[in-house]
């Protein structure tokens, strides 16, 4: 898995804010990055700074315009939920692969054959640290809520 430096600059920022409760997750973003189970990585020629600039005026987003740009211009998939990167980037780079949170849980999940109460703590997790719950048309909603019941 694969963060640009904006996003992890904008994550770390958001985690921050949380000094006074218990820290857990900036320090386990942290770990993922030290460990290389997350690569962090920033533009590495002009061509990709001049087309993030271009997103980042239409999609207003700088941590999508990043992902959006960078994943373009190396041909890598991208992982959003946001439904304005998922439509712009459809748009401007049909060939690229666009996974969701859920997608890449199901398919996580699946490879580590997690059981249900497992999988149960990780999506409240993300419900709730998240900020996160599918949209009702979403194609992974009935698996959510089956499993959130």
């Not at 904006?6 to 942290?30: C, H, M, Y």
């Not at 304005?84 to 996580?108: C, D, G, M, R, Y």
């Not at 054959?113 to 900020?131: D, F, H, Q, V």
Request: net charge negative; hydrophobic share 40%; aromatic share 8%.
């Amino acid at each position: 898995m694969v963060v640009t430096e904006v996003v992890r600059e904008k994550e770390l920022i958001t985690l921050q804010r949380l000094k006074d409760e218990e820290n857990e997750d900036a320090i386990q973003f942290e770990e993922a990055i030290t460990l290389d189970l997350l690569l962090v990585v920033d533009f590495e020629s002009e061509s990709e700074e001049e087309t993030f600039v271009n997103y980042a005026f239409e999609l207003g987003d700088d941590g999508e315009s990043a992902t959006c740009a960078i994943a373009l211009h190396r041909g890598w998939a991208i992982a959003t939920d946001d439904k304005k990167a998922i439509s712009f980037s459809q748009k401007e780079a049909p060939h690229l692969q666009v996974l969701s949170t859920l997608e890449i849980i199901k398919n996580w999940s699946e490879e580590a054959n997690l059981t249900s109460t497992e999988l149960r703590t990780i999506l409240g997790a993300i419900r709730t640290k998240g900020r996160y719950t599918p949209h009702r048309n979403y194609l992974l909603l009935n698996w959510w809520e089956n499993l959130m019941k």
